[in-house]
């Protein structure tokens, strides 16, 4: 019976195969016959202009200010050339042209997301970028040391936002005790917090060497000299806090947030990520670590995320991976989620 029933089995089995294998022949047929038809479209038709188009592309890295002039042509770097095999891309995507993108451009960008979780690695991109705060500094703030590095589009924000926070009468007592810090400064800062109050609270409020967001030069930590302490927005300095948005900086580590971040609330702590980012992140009372989340849903294939400032559109979408569809003319910036892809964001 045993034997019966493995003939059946036999039987069946055989007849499947009978039955499927012209199928699976077909399939396959149908499979390489639009796999050549995809290949000669791109190459027959686009190869020429997408090689144009790549030339066309600034290389900002998110470093740059949103506003400059993107479409330039200034920039046409030889490792941003567009493969030939992405000319398939651009005649399935008209208007848009992709960059090859490299793992070490996943950690330079506007929207960056470091943390314990996400550690840095100090891009090159980005290190080269670092000014002196004392050298871009408005008067409407100050700075405790005359060596504190800091990254341009930074500076060039917190000198707007503080110099609206004093000509609309607010204290001119903020200092500036924390930008951009070397590996070794926060190794040291995690040390020496760790022996003076514990391990646990060292782990808490400061992050590891190569955690922090002040590695990224878009983190600045104030002060307020006439409190003698840490800025805590409360008062007549409630207005930095309640604005920041607006100059693209966010409030990073919030209580309410902690579980996710893993770092204890900081009331002076500000990271900027760039106008429309900081104004969705608050819309939507996100931290960090969830708008990086959030903005999977926009893949770049999906439907994009658009976002008003005043009269400025804002279309923004994510890319996982190294090829990220950008725009063929106009101004965008692209920037390293460092987990696992980049945020596009065009102005339109
Ligand atoms: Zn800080």
């Not at 707007?160 to 070397?182: C, F, H, K, N, P």
């Not at 609270?201 to 000299?225: F, I, M, P, W």
């Not at 971040?261 to 992140?281: K, L």
């Not at 960090?288 to 995320?305: A, N, S």
Request: aromatic residues 10%; hydrophobic residues 30%; proline residues 4%.
């Amino acid at each position: 019976m045993g034997t019966r029933e493995q003939r059946r089995h036999g039987r069946r089995r055989q007849r499947r195969r009978r039955n499927y294998t012209p199928l699976l022949v077909l399939m396959l047929v149908v499979i390489a016959a639009c796999a050549l038809l995809l290949n000669s479209c791109g190459k027959d038709d686009d190869s020429a202009q997408a090689d144009a188009g790549a030339g066309d592309v600034t290389e900002n890295g998110g470093v740059t200010e949103p506003d400059v002039d993107k479409d330039s042509g200034e920039d046409a770097e030889n490792g941003s050339s567009t493969p030939p095999e992405d000319a398939d891309n651009q005649a399935l995507w008209p208007g848009y042209t992709v960059k090859t993108m490299t793992e070490e451009d996943m950690q330079v960008g506007l929207q960056i997301l470091v943390s314990n979780q996400h550690m840095y690695d100090f891009p090159e991109a980005a290190e080269s970028q670092l000014v002196k705060l004392v050298d871009y500094k408005s008067n409407s703030y100050s700075s405790n040391v005359n060596d504190t590095l800091i990254l341009p589009v930074t500076v060039e924000h917190l000198n707007e936002m503080l110099d609206d926070y004093v000509a609309q009468g607010g204290a001119t007592d903020i200092m500036v005790v924390s930008g951009y810090r070397t590996y070794d400064f926060q190794q040291g800062l995690f040390d020496r917090n760790a022996a003076k109050n514990g391990l646990e609270n060292a782990k808490r409020y400061v992050a590891q060497a190569g955690g922090s967001e002040h590695h990224t030069g878009y983190a600045v930590d104030l002060y307020s000299n006439n409190n003698g302490d840490y800025f805590e927005g409360v008062g007549e300095y409630k207005w930095v806090t309640d604005h920041c948005h607006e100059y693209g900086f966010i409030l990073r580590y919030t209580e309410e947030k902690e579980p996710i971040t893993m770092i204890g609330p900081e009331s002076w702590h500000f990271r900027y990520v760039s106008v429309p980012h900081s104004y969705i992140i608050v819309d939507n009372d996100f931290c960090l670590e969830e708008y990086i989340d959030y903005l999977c849903q926009f893949p770049f294939d999906g439907e994009h995320l658009t976002y008003t400032v005043g009269d400025q559109e804002y279309e923004i979408y994510y890319v996982e991976g190294l090829e990220v569809p950008v725009p063929e003319s106009g101004n965008y910036t692209v920037s390293g989620n460092n987990v696992d892809g980049f945020i596009v964001t065009i102005e339109k």
